[in-house]
């Protein structure tokens, strides 16, 4: 049997293909990078018209009381909580990742007197290791970086908090987080977890492995928009401690008394700072009511079938490229990576061909399955672009080549 015909079949018994029709998808394009940017949903561009033509435009001021635009933030918020294991009121949607990373090492390191170091790994999503070195420049923290497999035994008296990103961003490997909380909370530091790559795409439980805070960007798989609003959670256990670094004004217990002293909101509100992104969060709460309608244990089973039959395409086609990421689908997010010394022009070639996956530095090509609005045909069909472009050499081209060179 053909891959396509496979594939003919697998979409015929799929219960969630009927949720593509909710997605708007070009005409002619394969789209494998939704764990960089999600598909955009067909109902928000309604829901932004109402917050931009009659909530703003008719309602001006006042709809921040009439159109809830006040508990956007923690609307949105509780509306994540359930996607990663976390109670409505320890989630917030605020800020971007890298501010809510700032804020709650920060708020980390306040908690662990005498303890300056936050602990992590090489290789992981820049800014998470930059908004540690902010810190450091001010004397406040001291970065540690400890391969994946040495990360236990690097946590001792010091450590302050371990900061880790659940699906690696570039390989798509899987940490054990209830294990290394675990090991984190014998040695008496805090967790962050980076759920950029996991949120709405594979199954988070917060509270059952006893984390302590988690951040989360709402434009990958819960299709949030570019830029759209990120989120953050805390432990209800951590919310009378919690004490941010960005002390804003909506972040105060009454921000309009307008008094000259900060006194923290009560609980969650407290991690907001600045006026929020109500245009942001409305197209994000599309994208998350969306996903949550789906639900994650569906996307994940999915997720899985996707990237094993595409596995599978490329053997019949007689594709041999190094994997990058985990080979077992239960230890790996939803994508796969692949190692070739010209990955971005194959990346590029692909690209030309319709099918949108995205290139890694070096040498990475990374291929997102998305599996709200993917279809087993989108695979079959990628998996054979793929095997052509390597076989005719097509990357080889020059104007592919070029642009590989001024990257």
């Not at 508990?71 to 409505?88: D, H, M, N, T």
């Amino acid at each position: 049997m053909t891959p396509e015909s496979r594939a003919a079949e697998f979409d015929a018994a799929d219960p969630l293909a009927g949720y593509r029709d909710r997605f708007t998808l070009p005409e002619g394009v394969i789209y494998l990078d939704g764990n960089s940017l999600g598909a955009l949903p067909k109902a928000t561009p309604a829901a932004m018209a109402q917050v931009v033509e009659q909530e703003w435009g008719e309602g001006l001021i006042r709809s921040w009381n009439s159109a809830g635009w006040f508990e956007a933030a923690g609307r949105v918020g509780a509306k994540i909580a359930p996607l990663v294991g976390a109670a409505p009121h320890e989630v917030i949607a605020c800020d971007s990742t890298s501010v809510n990373l700032f804020k709650l090492i920060a708020a980390a390191l306040a908690m662990r007197p005498g303890r300056k170091v936050v602990l992590s790994e090489p290789g992981n999503f820049p800014t998470d290791i930059y908004m540690i070195a902010g810190l450091e420049a001010q004397g406040l923290a001291e970065r540690r970086l400890a391969q994946r497999d040495r990360l236990a035994a690097a946590l001792d008296g010091d450590v302050a908090l371990l900061m880790l990103t659940h699906v690696h961003y570039k390989a798509g490997a899987l940490h054990d987080m209830a294990a290394l909380t675990r090991a984190a909370h014998e040695a008496g530091a805090l967790v962050l977890w980076d759920l950029s790559h996991s949120t709405g795409a594979l199954p988070v439980e917060l509270n059952a492995v006893g984390a302590d805070f988690a951040v989360g960007c709402g434009y990958k798989y819960l299709c949030g928009g570019p830029g759209a609003p990120a989120f953050a959670f805390v432990a209800e256990r951590h919310h009378a401690d919690l004490a941010q670094p960005l002390t804003g004004w909506f972040g105060h217990a009454a921000p309009f008394a307008f008094s000259d002293d900060y006194t923290g909101a009560h609980g969650i509100d407290r991690l907001q700072c600045g006026t929020p992104p109500v245009l942001g969060l409305a197209a994000l709460e599309v994208g998350v009511d969306l996903i949550a309608e789906i639900g994650v244990d569906r996307l994940y089973a999915k997720s899985q079938a996707l990237s094993e039959f595409f596995l599978e395409c490329l053997m019949a086609h007689g594709v041999d490229l190094e994997l990058v990421s985990p080979p077992k689908s239960t230890e790996r997010g939803s994508q796969l990576s692949f190692r070739h010394p010209e990955a971005y022009a194959i990346c590029q070639a692909l690209i030309a061909r319709g099918v949108i996956g995205d290139f890694r530095a070096p040498d990475v090509l990374r291929l997102g399955f998305a599996p709200a609005y993917l279809s087993f045909a989108d695979i079959a069909d990628a998996a054979r672009h793929l095997a052509d472009v390597l076989a005719s050499g097509e990357w080889e081209r020059e104007e592919f080549q070029e642009r590989a060179a001024v990257t």
